[in-house]
């Protein structure tokens, strides 16, 4: 009788828990549809501390912009603040202005384009151009501000996870360049993929020792491969999905595309890097035979300039012609035979789903291009951030969904194959698609972060969204202290000997009688 009242009086307090958990968890179901996953009455005020994300590179920026949107949506009373540690952080203009962002400290445009790891010259000119001195004066403001209370998010690799760390502030890190997949895709004969090999992972072991931090309290990878990988180094890492690919779709072609072969071109935003590259695209374009018209869809951004890009048509042979709709909505209209231009600043989003094959001397763009199903194939160059060592290892992260080229044209003949073969297509992009990941990860990292670094998510949640270890123990604890601290208002017994405050889950003995033996 004993052993059945000791159950009996400790399985309700269970429930209770695993009740309250159910009801406050954080929303990562289908709680999630709904206008704001957060509530208006939580214990965190408006007046805390702004969070501030670190970034560096171009791609970085674009990722963390994504997760910013989401947080302020989901929390438009937090102060947000954004420090773009290489280059100018163009891509948050439009939010600053908007007021809801601010960026702060010093930034530069630097030679390699934060691309410095990819060639000893570039890390010269890095340094050459002022880079220890910027780094320096950005871990003093970053130091500053930690002491102010701010929480830090780290984009990007090794440097903004450093920065965080020795800010001394809680923080949080989406590694965003490096997945396991660039060394078990491929050959593996390579000195780097036996160092990956024996490692287990991409990431390196002072990179670990970062993310094992206290203070670390989010670890945020771009795919489930790769989180593998960290967690068997003790490291919580999640793979909530990936940023880069929200806001992109696949749409109906226009209908005065549909008689055409439709090619997206990206050459980068770097200057001069992407004017080379778009040159030598379109050279290689204009060797591939076309038995129906080819539309080359080129897609950029606020680099190049238009009258750089037509300066190089016009060396090449195009003349000016009407773009075939407006609602097409592009910038220009070149014509040469059967090849017709279209070029399309900000164009990128909308014309993506058109295409039915890239050429590409991009990084971000590839990669977003490539997940939505549709393959690529990519001619590497001289400059220092599209390199042949760049591109193939992009191209073993996508599964060989994009294919570097040496040569002109032989990017010619692998993109006629492309054209040519639906099946093909078919394959690399759904190849393309799986390495790449849904969309959706923006806002479910902004939930994370929200909890992890802010509290706003009443308690946190395990990687499987049932409640966390932590959250249990956390339940019991303040059932105990109710316990000590509040009345039992349940002084009758129940049926069987217990008291009705077991059985509703109060966390207390009963005040006396018999409900206090089981």
Not at 145 to 152: D, E, F, I, S, T
Not at 318 to 334: K, Q
Not at 476 to 490: F, I, K, L
Request: aromatic share 6%; glycine share 12%; net charge positive.
């Amino acid at each position: 009788m004993s052993d059945v009242g000791e159950h009996s009086k400790a399985a309700p307090r269970f429930e209770l828990g695993i009740k309250d958990l159910q009801s406050s968890a954080l929303p990562l179901g289908h709680a999630a549809d709904r206008e704001s996953p957060f509530p208006s009455g939580d214990r965190i005020s408006r007046e805390e501390a702004a969070l501030l994300v670190l970034s560096n590179g171009h791609g970085e920026d674009l990722i963390a912009l994504r997760v910013l949107e989401e947080i302020h949506r989901f929390r438009p009373g937090l102060p947000l603040e954004v420090l773009p540690l290489v280059g100018g952080g163009s891509v948050f203009s439009n939010a600053i202005q908007a007021g809801w962002l601010q960026r702060v400290g010093p930034n530069a445009s630097l030679p390699s384009g934060g691309f410095s790891n990819q060639s000893l010259r570039g890390l010269l000119e890095d340094l050459a151009a002022g880079l220890p001195l910027l780094s320096w004066n950005q871990w003093r403001l970053v130091k500053r501000l930690a002491r102010q209370g701010r929480r830090m998010l780290a984009v990007g690799d090794l440097l903004p996870l450093a920065l965080a760390f020795s800010s001394g502030a809680p923080y949080g890190f989406i590694g965003t360049p490096k997945s396991d997949y660039t060394w078990r895709s491929g050959p593996g004969r390579s000195i780097s993929d036996r160092y990956h090999r024996v490692k287990g992972s991409e990431w390196d072991p002072w990179e670990w020792a970062l993310m094992r931090r206290d203070r670390c309290r989010l670890v945020a990878v771009r795919d489930r491969l790769t989180a593998r990988g960290l967690r068997q180094h003790g490291i919580d890492a999640l793979a909530p999905g990936n940023p880069m690919m929200d806001g992109l779709k696949r749409v109906a072609v226009p209908t005065a595309l549909c008689r055409c072969r439709r090619v997206l071109l990206l050459c980068g935003s770097r200057m001069p890097e992407a004017l080379e590259n778009f040159r030598r695209l379109l050279g290689s374009l204009s060797s591939m035979h076309t038995p129906v018209p080819l539309a080359v869809l080129v897609a950029v951004g606020s680099q190049p300039p238009l009258s750089a890009l037509e300066r190089v048509l016009l060396d090449q042979g195009y003349r000016r012609s009407l773009p075939p709709s407006e609602s097409l909505e592009a910038a220009a209209c070149w014509v040469s035979g059967r090849r017709m231009i279209l070029i399309g600043p900000g164009c990128f989003a909308r014309w993506a789903g058109w295409a039915e094959a890239g050429v590409a001397t991009a990084g971000t763009a590839t990669e977003q291009l490539v997940g939505l199903g549709i393959p690529a194939v990519s001619l590497p160059g001289p400059g220092p951030q599209f390199q042949w060592g760049f591109a193939v290892r992009q191209s073993r992260l996508l599964g060989g969904a994009v294919r570097p080229c040496r040569t002109p044209s032989e990017l010619a003949e692998r993109l006629a194959q492309l054209l040519d073969d639906a099946a093909l297509r078919t394959k690399l992009g759904g190849i393309g698609r799986h390495r790449m990941g849904p969309p959706g990860g923006s806002a479910r990292l902004a939930r994370l972060v929200l909890d992890r670094l802010h509290g706003y998510g009443r308690h946190p949640v395990s990687r499987d969204g049932r409640p966390s270890r932590s959250r249990i123990r956390e339940v019991v604890r303040q059932a105990r202290q109710r316990a000590r601290h509040q009345p039992c208002q349940c002084p009758t017994p129940g049926g069987h000997g217990i008291s009705p405050c077991w059985e509703q889950g109060c966390g207390r003995p009963p005040s006396g009688g018999s409900g206090d033996a089981g």
